[in-house]
């Protein structure tokens, strides 16, 4: 028992040596050489960062309305042309390295659904993907050379494959899986793996279809102001480091930034036994 004890303590004031002495300057080091460059960097030299939005592929170049709007972590790649107040969200990929994709007026495509349009269909149908207006794509989606016209809501996590068509104010439920050349009449519900026909779309529900896919535009709002060139975070955050005490994380973060801080120091030599 006696023993026990004296190796607990033991143990206990070398966990006090290593905690004073290590921390502290190893902080120091990592602040200071994360933030003492302000220079501009070449996207290939770029080492933590090689996200691009928009990717063009020769003579396939993205095109985009003035009031399209493309999440920071998305990625449009190739021939895509986005329309007025278009929307494409956090994670979704538009790959039109093979042939084209057109999102259509006020139409929103959501987190993480990806979407692409092969080459050539040997079946003769379009091998382009098209959306049209007031379209929602929902959350998780796979796209490949569809159809999708004017009014249409696909719910979240459908896969939509080569040659599918899916007609104007029309719902496809969340979870269904529409197979290659199949159609969805007009005004109908289809639902399941594969996608069958459930029932007609009530007059109301049709008539909600334009006002989903406006109801995005306010969140399209407010998210592209926080990237905007001068964005309303750093304003935030200075006014909170002006009312903290000094010792706060905040306020000693800034202050490595600026070159105030104190200069960082070599790490302690390990003892010699």
Same mark, same amino acid.
């Given at each position: 028992m006696?023993?026990?004890r004296?190796s607990a303590q033991l143990w206990?004031?070398?966990?006090?040596?290593?905690?004073a002495?290590v %921390?502290v300057?190893?902080?120091?080091?990592?602040f200071?050489t994360?933030?003492s460059?302000?220079?501009?960097?070449h996207?290939?030299e770029?080492?933590?960062?090689?996200?691009?939005?928009?990717?063009?592929?020769?003579?396939?170049?993205?095109s985009?309305?003035?009031?399209?709007?493309v999440?920071?972590?998305?990625?449009?790649?190739?021939?895509v /042309?986005?329309?007025?107040q278009?929307?494409?969200w956090?994670?979704?990929?538009l790959?039109?390295?093979l042939?084209?994709i057109?999102?259509?007026?006020?139409?929103?495509?959501?987190?993480?659904?990806?979407?692409h349009?092969?080459s050539?269909s040997?079946?003769g149908l379009?091998?382009?993907?098209?959306?049209?207006?007031?379209v929602t794509?929902?959350?998780g989606?796979?796209?490949?050379s569809v159809?999708?016209? /004017?009014?249409?809501v696909?719910g979240?996590?459908?896969?939509?494959?080569?040659?599918?068509l899916v007609e104007?104010?029309?719902?496809?439920? %969340?979870g269904?899986?529409?197979?290659?050349g199949?159609r969805?009449p007009?005004?109908?519900?289809?639902a399941?793996n594969p996608?069958?026909?459930?029932?007609?779309?009530s007059?109301?529900e049709?008539?909600?279809i334009?006002?989903l896919a406006?109801?995005?535009?306010?969140a399209?709002d407010q998210h592209a102001s926080?990237?905007?060139?001068v964005?309303?975070a750093y %304003?935030?955050?200075e006014?909170?480091?002006?009312?903290?005490?000094p010792?706060?994380a905040?306020?000693?973060?800034?202050?490595?930034?600026d070159?105030s801080a104190i200069?960082p120091?070599p790490?302690?030599?390990?003892?010699?036994d």
């Amino acid at each position: 028992m006696a023993l026990r004890r004296a190796s607990a303590q033991l143990w206990g004031r070398c966990l006090v040596v290593q905690r004073a002495e290590v %921390p502290v300057a190893a902080a120091q080091r990592v602040f200071t050489t994360s933030s003492s460059s302000h220079t501009s960097i070449h996207i290939e030299e770029e080492v933590y960062n090689r996200q691009r939005q928009l990717i063009p592929l020769g003579n396939r170049v993205p095109s985009l309305a003035p009031d399209a709007w493309v999440a920071p972590s998305a990625v449009v790649i190739g021939d895509v /042309d986005l329309y007025d107040q278009a929307s494409i969200w956090y994670g979704a990929v538009l790959r039109g390295d093979l042939n084209t994709i057109k999102v259509g007026a006020f139409s929103n495509v959501q987190d993480r659904t990806v979407i692409h349009a092969a080459s050539s269909s040997p079946t003769g149908l379009p091998a382009a993907t098209t959306i049209g207006h007031y379209v929602t794509v929902g959350q998780g989606c796979l796209l490949r050379s569809v159809t999708l016209e /004017d009014q249409v809501v696909v719910g979240d996590r459908c896969v939509l494959l080569e040659g599918s068509l899916v007609e104007r104010q029309s719902v496809l439920a %969340p979870g269904s899986v529409l197979p290659p050349g199949r159609r969805v009449p007009a005004g109908e519900l289809w639902a399941g793996n594969p996608a069958r026909f459930v029932r007609r779309l009530s007059r109301d529900e049709a008539a909600g279809i334009v006002p989903l896919a406006n109801s995005m535009a306010p969140a399209v709002d407010q998210h592209a102001s926080e990237f905007t060139p001068v964005s309303f975070a750093y %304003p935030e955050a200075e006014a909170l480091r002006a009312i903290l005490k000094p010792g706060a994380a905040l306020a000693e973060a800034a202050a490595l930034g600026d070159g105030s801080a104190i200069p960082p120091q070599p790490l302690p030599a390990p003892h010699k036994d």
